[in-house]
């Protein structure tokens, strides 16, 4: 599935759903959601005061090991030591936490920037072990971001929400007014209709 | 007769900015504010309407530039419902910017409960605030029929002229109890800096010129008894604490009346008593209430028909 390969907005007056998708593509990519989400589909009805958005997203995103971002080999000769060098800065306060974890705040010890040293008990084990440790999980911060993206895209008013993550199907609806379930029940209808993919058609 | 002000913005170098300033004074000009960033300065001022070449002689002279502010002293309340970042800062913020370009005052105010449709509504304390100020401008959504059927009970209880922005190019005479409808500003979640944005910007801009011009003509009709701009230069000479006010406009000066940026329990005796002509105190001709904003003192000057004497 291409990046927002649907990306459609629908009101009574095409003006409004024009200015809608511009608010929703800003909103997506000040939270670096564009290339997470496969398909989207909104109703706006303000007349009712509802706001309706199914999401498909683009299967999950792999987890980040130490390996994908670090050269990890063995440190100076003679001494019980694993040599970390990174190759991308963006997971260091995740890494060091991690090996803070397991191996105590004396024995890790970041040299510069970009270098880490940690003195082990077994050097063939443990570099295994390192280079395997699981940094980072995209899709725990992608929920909330998702939820973000759901909450500052809705019209303020509409503060009665329900929203539901099934795998990488998304559905949120919100209204000022108390929740009728057939609003839900169109939430899933639509999400029905971008599953059919080109049948339904692009408008990104 | 007093002389007919223009209001003009300067911007150029700070180098040698003094002599503009001489010249204004020697002229019997007013400044406004002065606004000092780094080696530049911004000057607001008004300039009797005789001697603006002068003004702009000597501004070309000290390579600045100057362009009429037809906003120039006038405070606008640019209100959003609400602060969150739905309203803000985008678009809310770029329209007091574009107001405060043509020389306004302006004065950003989020509505505790302003979001929605059937829920949305504002308080007393915030109606009043508004009242305070010369305009209140409306920043609101992308929806026609919010905009016609729901927002306008937001303007209940505002006495002062209304302008508001949206999304729908819609009439005026469409939205029920504004002056003024813009269009083509609605809510926006970026910076507006795209032709068509800034155009409208540039509109919107113009649009509430015409409403000041409006308000400037019926008070020519029956004048103020002082010009605000006078209580200013009064207050900087009698009330030397004005100086030690940090705030970025310590005198904010209105259409038909001045806040004044000090606490109202320990000035307000000394505002009320400010000499203006011989035996003419400022009691006299206005009235001196303490603000919603802050504790600060709000002078609103009476009519020449009320008080019989104009200075």
């Given at each position: 599935?291409?990046?927002?390969?649907?990306?459609?907005?629908?009101?009574?007056?095409?003006?409004?759903?024009?200015?809608?998708?511009?608010?929703?593509?800003?909103?997506?990519?000040?939270?670096?959601?564009?290339?997470?989400?496969?398909?989207?589909?909104?109703?706006?009805?303000?007349?009712?005061?509802?706001?309706?958005?199914?999401?498909?997203?683009?299967?999950?995103?792999?987890?980040?090991?130490?390996?994908?971002?670090?050269?990890?080999?063995?440190?100076?000769?003679?001494?019980?030591?694993?040599?970390?060098?990174?190759?991308?800065?963006?997971?260091?306060?995740?890494?060091?936490?991690?090996?803070?974890?397991?191996?105590?705040?004396?024995?890790?010890?970041?040299?510069?920037?970009?270098?880490?040293?940690?003195?082990?008990?077994?050097?063939?084990?443990?570099?295994?072990?390192?280079?395997?440790?699981?940094?980072?999980?995209?899709?725990?911060?992608?929920?909330?971001?998702?939820?973000?993206?759901?909450?500052?895209?809705?019209?303020?008013?509409?503060?009665?929400?329900?929203?539901?993550?099934?795998?990488?199907?998304?559905?949120?609806?919100?209204?000022?007014?108390?929740?009728?379930?057939?609003?839900?029940?169109?939430?899933?209808?639509?999400?029905?209709?971008?599953?059919?993919?080109?049948?339904?058609?692009?408008?990104? | 007769?007093?002389?007919?002000?223009?209001?003009?913005?300067?911007?150029?170098?700070?180098?040698?900015?003094?002599?503009?300033?001489?010249?204004?004074?020697?002229?019997?000009?007013?400044?406004?504010?002065?606004?000092?960033?780094?080696?530049?300065?911004?000057?607001?001022?008004?300039?009797?309407?005789?001697?603006?070449?002068?003004?702009?002689?000597?501004?070309?002279?000290?390579?600045?530039?100057?362009?009429?502010?037809?906003?120039?002293?006038?405070?606008?309340?640019?209100?959003?419902?609400?602060?969150?970042?739905?309203?803000?800062?985008?678009?809310?913020?770029?329209?007091?910017?574009?107001?405060?370009?043509?020389?306004?005052?302006?004065?950003?105010?989020?509505?505790?409960?302003?979001?929605?449709?059937?829920?949305?509504?504002?308080?007393?304390?915030?109606?009043?605030?508004?009242?305070e100020?010369?305009?209140?401008?409306?920043?609101?959504?992308?929806?026609?029929?919010?905009?016609?059927?729901?927002?306008?009970?937001?303007?209940?209880?505002?006495?002062?002229?209304?302008?508001?922005?949206?999304?729908?190019?819609?009439?005026?005479?469409?939205?029920?109890?504004?002056?003024?409808?813009?269009?083509?500003?609605?809510?926006?979640?970026?910076?507006?800096?795209?032709?068509?944005?800034?155009?409208?910007?540039?509109?919107?801009?113009?649009?509430?010129?015409?409403?000041?011009?409006?308000?400037?003509?019926?008070?020519?009709?029956?004048?103020?008894?002082?010009?605000?701009?006078?209580?200013?230069?009064?207050?900087?000479?009698?009330?030397?604490?004005?100086?030690?006010a940090?705030t970025?406009?310590p005198?904010t000066?209105?259409?038909?009346?001045?806040r004044i940026k000090l606490p109202y329990?320990?000035f307000?005796?000394?505002?009320?008593?400010?000499?203006?002509?011989?035996?003419?105190?400022?009691?006299?001709?206005?009235?001196?209430?303490p603000s919603k904003m802050k504790n600060y003192i709000l002078v609103?000057?009476?009519?020449?028909?009320?008080?019989?004497?104009?200075?």
């Amino acid at each position: 599935m291409e990046p927002l390969e649907i990306f459609k907005v629908e009101t009574k007056i095409p003006e409004e759903a024009e200015a809608y998708k511009s608010i929703l593509s800003d909103v997506m990519s000040d939270l670096a959601l564009a290339n997470a989400i496969g398909r989207i589909y909104v109703i706006i009805t303000p007349e009712d005061s509802l706001f309706q958005m199914a999401i498909i997203l683009r299967g999950s995103p792999p987890l980040v090991k130490t390996s994908d971002f670090a050269d990890v080999n063995i440190g100076a000769l003679g001494k019980n030591e694993i040599q970390l060098v990174l190759r991308d800065e963006k997971y260091l306060p995740d890494l060091l936490e991690k090996l803070w974890a397991k191996y105590g705040r004396g024995k890790v010890i970041q040299q510069d920037r970009k270098t880490i040293n940690v003195s082990v008990g077994n050097i063939d084990s443990d570099i295994e072990i390192i280079k395997e440790m699981i940094i980072f999980d995209p899709k725990r911060t992608l929920l909330s971001r998702l939820v973000e993206m759901a909450i500052r895209g809705t019209p303020e008013g509409f503060r009665v929400r329900h929203h539901s993550l099934n795998d990488n199907e998304f559905i949120f609806v919100a209204s000022e007014d108390a929740m009728k379930p057939e609003w839900v029940q169109q939430g899933h209808q639509m999400l029905e209709k971008i599953k059919g993919g080109e049948a339904f058609g692009s408008s990104a | 007769m007093a002389a007919v002000l223009e209001p003009y913005i300067y911007e150029g170098g700070i180098h040698r900015h003094t002599l503009l300033l001489e010249l204004l004074e020697d002229m019997g000009g007013y400044l406004i504010q002065k606004t000092p960033a780094a080696t530049e300065v911004t000057l607001v001022m008004l300039v009797p309407r005789d001697d603006v070449h002068l003004i702009e002689q000597l501004a070309k002279e000290l390579l600045g530039k100057i362009s009429r502010a037809p906003l120039t002293g006038t405070e606008i309340a640019v209100v959003s419902p609400t602060l969150a970042s739905h309203h803000l800062p985008h678009s809310a913020c770029d329209i007091a910017e574009f107001l405060r370009r043509g020389g306004a005052n302006t004065t950003m105010i989020g509505l505790a409960r302003g979001m929605g449709r059937r829920v949305a509504l504002s308080a007393d304390y915030e109606r009043k605030l508004i009242n305070e100020h010369d305009i209140a401008l409306f920043s609101f959504g992308t929806f026609r029929d919010c905009i016609i059927n729901k927002k306008p009970k937001l303007f209940e209880g505002i006495k002062i002229p209304i302008v508001a922005t949206g999304g729908p190019d819609i009439k005026t005479e469409e939205v029920p109890g504004a002056d003024m409808y813009i269009g083509n500003i609605g809510r926006i979640s970026h910076r507006l800096r795209h032709s068509d944005e800034l155009e409208a910007l540039d509109v919107m801009s113009e649009k509430v010129g015409l409403i000041v011009e409006k308000i400037r003509e019926d008070i020519a009709r029956d004048p103020l008894a002082v010009m605000p701009a006078r209580i200013m230069k009064e207050v900087q000479e009698q009330i030397p604490e004005i100086e030690s006010a940090y705030t970025p406009a310590p005198l904010t000066l209105q259409l038909d009346g001045i806040r004044i940026k000090l606490p109202y329990a320990d000035f307000h005796k000394k505002v009320e008593e400010l000499e203006l002509q011989d035996n003419i105190r400022l009691a006299d001709v206005a009235t001196v209430t303490p603000s919603k904003m802050k504790n600060y003192i709000l002078v609103k000057v009476k009519r020449k028909s009320e008080v019989g004497i104009e200075i």
